[in-house]
C-alpha cells in the first residue's frame, strides 16, 4: 500500500487532467481484475467477473483528481491564476507548484508585501513566479495550463504518511487492497472498481461511470477531516480508529447496518460519522443513478484536507481495505435489492 501511495500521490494530475494518475492507477488494478478500461471522461473502470448466473453488481468508487490552480493570464512576468476545487488561499503563499507545461516548470506563489497577516490573500491578489520575463512567460505558459502543489510522499511518525493528494488517491489504494484481498475468494457480485475524474470540482466522472456500469449497490470511498487541536470534536475522526461508516439520508439504511456488522464480525475498529444532508462525496451523485442505487459512504481520517501535507494513518487505510473485503463477501446473497 506504501509503494502504490507513493506512486499515486507523486502524479500530478488536478480535476479534468487526472492522465498520469489514471495510467498509474490502470497500471496497479490491471493484476487484480479481469478487465481495465479508460471511459470518455477519463474515469478507470475495473471489473472482476463473478461465476454466479445474474450476479448483482457491487461498484466500489474512489476519485483519482486532486486540487489545483489554472494559470488565467500573465503579467510582468507572473502567473495569474485561479482555482480547480476547493482552494485554501490560506496556503498559498510561497507555495512551490508545479507548473504543467511540457516540460514541467516550477512556481513558486509570490508572498505579498505587506498587508495584514492575521488575513489570508485572496486569490486574485496573488501571483506566481516562474522566474520569467513576460515575453519569455507569454511563450513558455499557455493560458489554461493546470498548477498543483510540489510535493513529495513521505513517513510521520510509524504509522502515518504525509503528503499531497492524499485526497483521494489513498482511498483508491484502499480499493486495490481490498481487491487483493478478494483476489483468491469467490465471489457472488460482479465487482467493478472505480477510479473517478472531476470529484473536486463536480463529481461528474463518478456520475458518468456509474450510469454506465449501472450497479445494483455502490460504495462512495473518500476521505473525512481528521482530528487535531483545533478540530471540532463531532466533525472530526481519530486517525488510527478506523474508518468512518457514513449514517445519514445518503446512504441506504440496510448498506450502514452492514457495514457496521461487518467490522464487528471481523474486529475492524471503526467510527461513526452523522451525515445529516449532502456528504461531500460522489455518493451523492451515484445514488440517483438511472433508477437509484443503493448506496454507502466509507470515509477515511485524514488530517490537514486539501493542503500539500494530507496526513492518513496506513492502519485505517487497511481497515477500510478489510472492511470492503468483508462487506464484498457474500453480498448478493445477503443483500436486500
Known sequence: MRQALERLCTCTAPSGFEGPAAAVAAELLRPLVDEVSIDRMGNVLGVRRSKTPNAPKLLLDAHLDEIGLIVTGVEDGFLRFRSIGGVDPRMLPGRELVVLTDPPLRGLVACPAGGDENKSVPLNELYVDVGLSQEEAERAVPVGTPMVYRAGCFPLGEDQMCGKSMDDRACFVTLLRAAELLHDKELDVELHIMGSTREEVSGAGATVGTWAVAPDFCVAVDVTHGKTPDGPADKTFELGGGPAIGVGPNMTRWMTERMIAKAKEHGIPYQLEIMSGHTGTNGWEMQISREGVATSVLSLPL???????????????????????????????????
Open 303 to 337: 488530517k490537514y484536507m486539501h493542503t500539500p501535507v494530507e496526513t492518513l494513518s496506513l492502519a485505517d487505510m487497511e481497515g477500510v481495505a478489510q472492511l470492503l473485503a468483508a462487506f464484498t463477501e457474500n453480498l448478493g446473497k445477503e443483500a436486500v435489492r
